[in-house]
């Protein structure tokens, strides 16, 4: 298995990985995010994440927040960490690519760096099964 590590510092962020990851199942391990405690209520609750970017466009489906990754988060918590085992059929993943990340409400966006109601970061960790770009 291969670990794939991402860190969010912006609210639409241009990740850049070393090369495309072919397509192949890719599993949510953990979503670490470091955020301003004294915001209160700000954040509505959590985050929203947008991963269509790495998914297919259809691989979280909800009745709200138009198929974001939903977050949540408490409000008095520096940092709250999720474990999760959410295994996605991922297209192929470009080296290249952009991730958003909004409020609990999935339309305004989330604000990131020092202050109230600021998110320090968001790390996000995959598990997948190969870098071979060469064989099925």
Known sequence: MVLL???????E???DIPHDIK????????VVV?????????????ICLDLN???????????EHNGYLTIPLLDGSAMTNHEFHIKFSAE?????????????DGVTKAVYGSGNGHIDSIDLF???????????
């Open 92 to 104: 192929q993943i470009k080296s290249q690519f952009r991730m958003k990340t909004f409020k609990y």
């Open 13 to 15: 962020q241009q990740l």
């Open 126 to 136: 995959f598990e997948y099964e190969t870098n071979d770009h060469h064989h099925g």
């Open 53 to 63: 970017a790495m998914t297919n466009s259809f691989e979280i489906m909800t009745s």
């Open 5 to 11: 590590h991402l860190r969010l510092t912006e609210q």
């Open 23 to 30: 397509a192949q199942h890719v599993v949510l391990r953990k």
């Open 34 to 46: 470091q955020k301003d405690t004294a915001s209160g209520n700000l954040l509505g609750g959590g």
